[in-house]
């Protein structure tokens, strides 16, 4: 157990949909990052929050936004969900802000768009 | 375009025999990061290689950085069933906006027969 915790574990919608994934780091892990892993894209960055703000972005689309509440928790809004956004997102936080410390990876949320 | 290449992608091997997994790339890298994820679960740190030419052991692993630090290998030694997985290679360019921002291989697939 990584410390990190995603809800749900699962998630089934339908495509043009909406949907809200959340995250809670490690205790006193500031930083929160988003990743996406498909069979055939592998783990990608997707974005980074530190504290509440905004610290790195990846290949994230348009369609997809994040946030970083003060309670350090974290949430990824998907809409208008496509059949190609069928993935595993994954959360994961770290002490600071990056770098090559460690990152603790949550047990991800399967998303699957029909 | 893929800035980590890892090879095999795929390993079917017989217990006890060894393994090299390799991971390239023509951008140098201030430090990598060797993950194992298995089924349902987030990847899970391994170790972290910082320095050119560094070799870093864990039990039956060794992990090597390239001289250069745009590769790194991973050698199993006498491989066991609870050694099957996905192995990951991530790794982490400093400067700029990078903060935490790690790049993945595409993952090698490893599976140890009894």
């Known amino acids: 157990d990584s410390g990190v915790t995603q809800t749900p574990k699962h998630l089934i919608t339908a495509t043009g949909q909406r949907v809200t994934l959340r995250c809670s780091p490690r205790s006193g892990d500031l930083s929160v990052y988003w990743y996406q892993q498909s069979l055939d894209q592998g783990l990608q960055f997707l974005i980074q929050?530190?504290?509440?703000?905004?610290?790195a972005k990846g290949n994230i689309l348009e369609r997809f936004s994040a946030q970083q509440f003060p309670d350090l928790h974290s949430e990824l809004n998907l809409s208008s969900l496509e059949l190609g956004d069928s993935a595993l997102y994954f959360c994961?936080?770290?002490?600071?802000?990056?770098?090559?410390?460690?990152?603790?990876f949550g047990p991800g949320t399967r998303l699957l768009v029909l | 375009t893929q800035l980590l290449e890892q090879s095999p992608q795929f390993l079917s091997i017989q217990e006890g025999e060894n393994l090299t997994v390799y991971c390239n790339s023509s951008s140098v890298f201030s430090s990598l990061q060797w993950y194992r994820q298995e089924p349902g679960e987030g990847p899970v740190l391994l170790v972290t290689?910082?320095?050119?030419?560094e070799v870093k052991k864990l039990k039956r692993l060794t992990f090597q950085f390239g001289d250069a630090r745009k590769d790194s290998s991973l050698h199993i030694t006498a491989a066991q069933p609870g050694d099957t997985g996905l192995y990951l290679c991530a790794g982490f360019r400093a400067g700029g906006t990078s903060y935490g921002k790690l790049t993945f291989g595409q993952g090698t697939i490893l599976t140890v027969h009894p």
């Open positions: 929050y530190y504290n509440g703000e905004e610290r």
């Open positions: 290689v910082v320095t050119g030419g």
């Open positions: 994961a936080s770290s002490v600071g802000q990056g770098g090559s410390e460690t990152q603790y």
